[in-house]
């Protein structure tokens, strides 16, 4: 099994500053054939379906505000919201899809400070 | 626009066989370039994959559930389903659908979602 690890279980970001979560996998998921990293972001709202944000690591899904982006390779990951507002509370998390038998990562909860 | 709805009991007693369907609308789910699969969230916690299947009946399992799983699809009626055996208060969850987008290398990110169905295991 890959083994996502997301970082920190928890973060309080004041409105309009930058909140950054991290994702490490267990095993690198860039297939050099097609230079993909196989990895993905989903936001949580309380209540509701996760939400698909980002694939192929910093391809953003139609209709994702751009404050969204994602970034890394390889093994670390980045999800970095620009500036955040009061409807970006929610849990975060990344899953791999370099193989069949995803994971997801444990999740970030996302507070306003 | 594509829209998934889960369905099925919402309790189930333990040592039984929890069903559950998914019914697609708003697309045909006879393309090569999805696959359908089912995910879980027990109460509080974080999202576990379970399986996902083709339009052909090509299926992908957690190994960590795969002796207790059965996906299946029926293209003509647009569901796919979810049998889960033995089931003990630790499969007490949440239980979501979404469509796959698919490669070379096999089932890729979840997009859309149902809303999800809370299904609790009683003893």
């Known amino acids: 099994d890959i083994v996502m690890t997301q970082s920190p279980d928890s973060l309080a970001v004041s409105l309009g500053e930058r909140a950054t979560i991290n994702c490490k996998s267990s095993q690198s998921l860039f297939y050099s054939s097609n230079n993909n990293n196989y990895l993905a972001w989903y936001q949580q709202k309380p209540g509701q379906p996760p939400k698909l944000l980002i694939y192929?690591?910093?391809t953003r899904e139609s209709g994702v505000p751009d404050r969204f982006s994602g970034s890394g390779s390889g093994t670390d990951f980045t999800l970095t919201i620009s500036s955040l507002q009061a409807e970006d509370v929610a849990v975060y998390y990344c899953q791999q899809y370099y193989n069949s038998y995803h994971t997801f990562g444990q999740g970030t909860k996302l507070e306003i400070k | 626009q594509l829209q998934l709805q889960e369905s099925g009991p919402g309790l189930v007693k333990a040592s039984e066989t929890l069903s559950l369907t998914c019914t697609v609308s708003?697309?045909?789910?006879?393309?090569?370039?999805?696959?359908w699969g089912w995910v879980r969230q027990p109460p509080g916690k974080g999202l576990e994959w379970i399986g996902s299947i083709s339009d052909t009946g090509h299926t992908y399992y957690n190994p960590s559930l795969k002796s207790r799983v059965t996906v299946s699809v029926d293209t003509s009626k647009k569901q796919f389903s979810l049998k889960l055996s033995s089931v003990t208060a630790a499969d007490t969850a949440v239980y979501y659908c979404?469509?796959?987008?698919?490669?070379?290398?096999?089932?890729?990110?979840?997009?859309?979602w149902g809303q999800g169905t809370l299904v609790t295991v009683s003893s």
């Open positions: 192929w690591a910093s």
């Open positions: 708003g697309a045909s789910m006879s393309n090569r370039g999805y696959y």
């Open positions: 979404a469509r796959q987008e698919w490669g070379s290398s096999g089932p890729h990110w979840f997009d859309p």
